[in-house]
């Protein structure tokens, strides 16, 4: 597999306390690589070692073939786009002026604007100035900031935090636009599993700065286990004739359960008849994404 970003045992200590600890992804071209850590895993020391705006303590990366320690690795860089913290936006200004703005501070060519702004779909705000901007369109205009080099990798820390519903569809309809229309490589951070999961190519799972799963979305879809939803008249009934029957279960109420173990449908309801206990639905799920992330790291989410 054709690789844009490799980092190899990444290690960075502030004082005595490691924030990165023998990190190890690797991040394929055409990929929309999914960061995923509870708050303070390491997602934003990783982002800001492999932009440049920070050096490991130890370890080593490769962006395109060029190590970190490589006098090219800045000319290599060129081909990466990023947005790391909050960019800053003219309020007074619209769209378009903001990135004309950018082109001119970066000193290049502003021919390519009304493309990125159809890109991140702020095609139609015209006269709208940023200030009046919904949280989501300055998201998408922080990220149409970070387009003006053309990126074929572009790095994205948070860009759905606290956005709201719609503006998580848009930033996500967005991102999967510039993967596949423009056929940008994407590193993308969230603490939230079920946010990336409609987007993501590949995952790396991190907990206290090491990679505790490294994943395609397919083997992550593969993982997270399936479990029949049932609703019953009496779920005391169902717990005796599951637990006889060995199965595993959980009771969600006193009329729902989830079964995790395979179950042939007619002799459990033929057995479930037997009892009085009557069931009213049973329907298959995929095991929250969300749970599966908890599985692998333990304990209670933050944020
Ligand atoms: N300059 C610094 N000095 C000391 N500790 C730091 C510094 N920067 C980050 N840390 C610590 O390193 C750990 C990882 O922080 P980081 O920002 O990378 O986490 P994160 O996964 O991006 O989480 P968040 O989404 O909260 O930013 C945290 O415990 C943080 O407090």
Same mark, same amino acid.
């Given at each position: $597999?054709?690789? +844009?970003l490799? #980092?190899r045992? %990444?290690?960075?200590k502030?004082?005595?306390?490691k924030? !990165?600890?023998?990190?190890?992804?690797?991040?394929?071209k055409?990929?929309?690589?999914?960061l995923?850590?509870?708050?303070g895993?390491?997602k934003?020391t990783?982002i800001?070692?492999v932009?440049g705006?920070?050096?490991?303590?130890?370890?080593e990366f490769?962006?395109?073939?060029?190590?970190?320690n490589d006098g090219k690795i800045?000319?290599a860089?060129r081909k $990466?786009?990023? +947005?790391?913290? #909050?960019?800053s %936006?003219h309020p007074n200004?619209t769209?378009?002026?903001? !990135?004309?703005q950018?082109t001119?501070?970066?000193?290049?060519?502003?021919?390519?604007?009304?493309d990125?702004?159809k890109?991140v779909g702020l095609?139609n705000?015209?006269k709208?100035?940023?200030?009046?901007?919904?949280?989501?369109?300055?998201?998408?205009l922080?990220i149409?900031?970070?387009?003006?080099?053309?990126?074929e990798?572009?790095?994205?820390?948070e860009p759905?935090n606290?956005l709201?519903?719609q503006?998580i569809?848009?930033?996500r309809e967005?991102i999967?636009? !510039?993967?596949?229309?423009k056929?940008i490589?994407?590193?993308?951070s969230s603490?939230?599993?079920?946010?990336?999961?409609r987007l993501?190519?590949?995952?790396?799972?991190i907990?206290?700065?090491?990679?505790i799963?490294?994943?395609?979305?397919?083997?992550l879809?593969?993982a997270s286990?399936?479990f029949v939803h049932?609703n019953?008249?009496?779920?005391?009934?169902?717990?005796?004739v599951?637990g006889?029957?060995?199965?595993?279960?959980?009771?969600c109420?006193?009329?729902?359960a989830?079964?995790?173990?395979?179950?042939?449908v007619?002799p459990?309801v033929?057995a479930l008849?037997?009892?009085?206990?009557?069931?009213?639905?049973m329907s298959?799920h995929?095991?929250?994404?969300?749970?599966?992330?908890?599985?692998l790291?333990?304990g209670?989410?933050n944020g």
């Open positions: $597999m054709d690789y +844009v490799q #980092t045992d %990444l290690y960075k502030y004082g005595s306390f924030a !990165l600890d023998n990190l190890t992804i690797n991040v394929p055409g990929s929309i690589y999914g995923v850590g509870r708050n895993a390491g934003t990783l800001r070692i932009t705006l920070n050096h490991p303590s130890s370890g490769t962006f395109y073939g060029v190590k970190n800045l000319e860089r $990466m786009g990023a +947005v790391v913290e #909050t960019p %936006l200004m769209a378009r002026d903001n !990135l004309i950018q001119k501070a970066l000193g290049i060519s502003d021919e390519k604007i009304d990125i702004l890109l095609a705000t015209g709208k100035k940023a200030k009046n901007f919904s949280l989501g369109m300055r998201q998408r922080g149409a900031f970070s387009l003006v080099g053309d990126p990798f572009l790095v994205l820390d759905i606290g709201d519903p503006g569809i848009e930033v967005m999967t636009r !510039l993967n596949q229309e056929g490589t994407i590193l993308i603490h939230i599993l079920d946010e990336l999961s993501a190519t590949h995952y790396a799972f907990e206290r700065g090491h990679v799963k490294e994943m395609s979305a397919e083997e879809e593969n286990r399936t049932i019953v008249n009496d779920t005391k009934i169902l717990a005796d599951l006889g029957m060995g199965i595993e279960f959980r009771i109420s006193p009329n729902e989830d079964i995790y173990t395979p179950v042939q007619t459990l033929l008849n037997d009892k009085n206990c009557i069931v009213n639905s298959e995929h095991e929250s994404l969300e749970n599966y992330f908890m599985g790291v333990g209670v989410q």
